[in-house]
């Protein structure tokens, strides 16, 4: 079991920032393979971006250039920097962790996923 829990999502203008956190338990976060997906109301959930253990990095089109993810093992956490952010963005975030995914962007090669954070962006 990898429990994850995510924090710092909110409320924000678009164009403003915010830095999502997932805090994984356990002493094997470093051999997963970290997702952030997102599910906006009435819509499916969708692929935003994901990291390899060897750090390698893949993200949805649509936020190439503004998202930005990375991980840090020694405190069991992944990150994902919006920057830029768009009324679009709105969507309730998810991560999840995945022990040997082969598409970083199937919900489907995830093992273990998180509640949830809101982020909110006002035009």
């Known amino acids: 079991q990898v429990p994850l829990v995510e924090s710092g999502g909110g409320l924000v203008q678009a164009g403003g920032s915010l830095r999502l956190s997932c805090a994984a338990s356990g002493r094997t976060f470093s051999r997963y393979a970290m997702g952030w997906f997102r599910q906006a109301p009435g819509k499916e959930r969708e692929f935003v971006s994901a990291?390899?253990?060897?750090?390698?990095?893949t993200y949805y089109d649509s936020v190439k250039g503004r998202f930005t993810i990375s991980r840090d093992n020694a405190k069991n956490t992944v990150y994902l920097q919006m920057n830029s952010l768009k009324p679009e963005d709105t969507a309730v975030y998810y991560c999840?962790?995945?022990?040997?995914?082969?598409?970083?962007?199937?919900?489907?090669?995830?093992?273990?996923w998180g509640q949830g954070t809101q982020v909110t962006v006002s035009s």
């Open positions: 999840a962790a995945g022990m040997n995914p082969r598409f970083l962007s199937a919900a489907y090669e995830y093992d273990y």
């Open positions: 990291i390899r253990r060897s750090d390698s990095t």
